[in-house]
């Protein structure tokens, strides 16, 4: 029998971070502007520990190198996604992130950035910004460098329980207030557009302007391509939220009992709300782990909601 393999996450403070990993999840997080719980990370940013077990302390990232196994035996040469819970008190940045061929060959070998986001929580009325109103480059570039920050960014009205990819290329922002669990690929490559004009410490972040206008897609694809309601789904069912080049994202609301077999290469899962068993051991809101490959019967017992993804 294959282990469960439980994860430790890494918290990392940021200036719009907040308390809600604390009030909401019960982590014991380092403190008051904790922006970010990276919950399922072999990034060198960020590499998670095993919580218990016979891998007990070892890394992700030493993990998937010592234990391919775990993962059915894979091709690449790093855990390629990133899981991680996002607690926005303030607004981020407006950012867009590279596909793999552009950060590859400007980022050092990095991989690009494909990324989704589940609504965890958020205000009534909440938006969030995702894609831009340029119709051609030169338009972009115009709108770019004289600050026609209005008329650039497109803000789409989101509510608790939406799921939204953001494919690299897409000019987007979380807005404060929103707490997001966040199932990525596993890299940090980040092009700031437009940071409200903030000052840090007296002076504003670096923008990356030239970058940005390289990467951004012209025209942006409709909004309504891209959100999509999944607070209540099907009961007792693995429903497919994406399945994009990267990676395949499930939701599961467990209500009584649910069994089924574990055939993907791994199975990254994260309790989103509720506790039970699982195969008879307890999980809770804010627990996160890995199902290897070949771990076989999944039986999911109890009242929650989690989140699942593997890679493509
Ligand atoms: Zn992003």
């Not at 719980?37 to 010592?66: F, Q």
């Not at 007792?236 to 499930?250: A, P, Q």
Request: glycine content about 10%; charged content about 25%.
């Amino acid at each position: 029998m294959k282990p469960i393999i439980f994860l430790n996450p890494v918290f990392k403070q940021m200036l719009w971070g907040g308390n809600q990993l604390r009030s909401k999840f019960g982590y014991g997080i380092p403190g008051d502007n904790t922006g970010e719980c990276w919950a399922v990370s072999a990034h060198p940013n960020g590499d998670c520990t095993v919580k218990d077990g016979i891998y007990e302390g070892m890394t992700l990232s030493r993990l998937w190198e010592e234990h391919p196994e775990l993962f059915g035996n894979p091709k690449t040469d790093r855990f390629p996604l990133l899981v991680k819970i996002i607690d926005a008190k303030d607004d981020l940045s407006i950012q867009v992130h590279p596909d793999d061929a552009y950060a590859g060959v400007h980022e050092n070998g990095s991989l690009g950035k494909t990324e989704c986001w589940y609504i965890l929580d958020c205000p009534e009325g909440a938006s969030l910004v995702a894609g831009h109103n340029a119709k051609t480059r030169e338009e972009l570039a115009d709108m770019i460098h004289n600050g026609r920050w209005e008329e650039l960014i497109r803000e789409v009205p989101v509510k608790k329980g939406d799921f939204i990819q953001i494919n690299p290329g897409t000019v987007h922002a979380i807005k404060g207030g929103m707490l997001i669990l966040e199932t990525q690929q596993s890299s940090d490559i980040t092009y700031r557009v437009y940071d409200y004009d903030r000052l840090t410490d007296g002076k504003p972040r670096q923008l990356h302007v030239e970058q940005s206008i390289n990467v951004i897609t012209v025209p942006a694809a409709l909004a309504g391509d891209s959100v999509k309601a999944a607070e209540h789904l099907p009961g007792n069912t693995m429903n497919e939220l994406i399945s994009c080049d990267y990676y395949k994202v499930w939701k599961l609301e467990i209500s009584g009992g649910f069994s089924f077999e574990q055939e993907e290469p791994f199975l990254i899962t994260s309790v989103i709300e509720g506790e039970g068993t699982l195969n008879g051991r307890p999980v809770k809101k804010g627990d996160h782990f890995i199902l290897p490959w070949g771990f076989g019967k999944v039986e999911l017992e109890g009242q929650m909601q989690l989140i699942a993804s593997t890679a493509n």
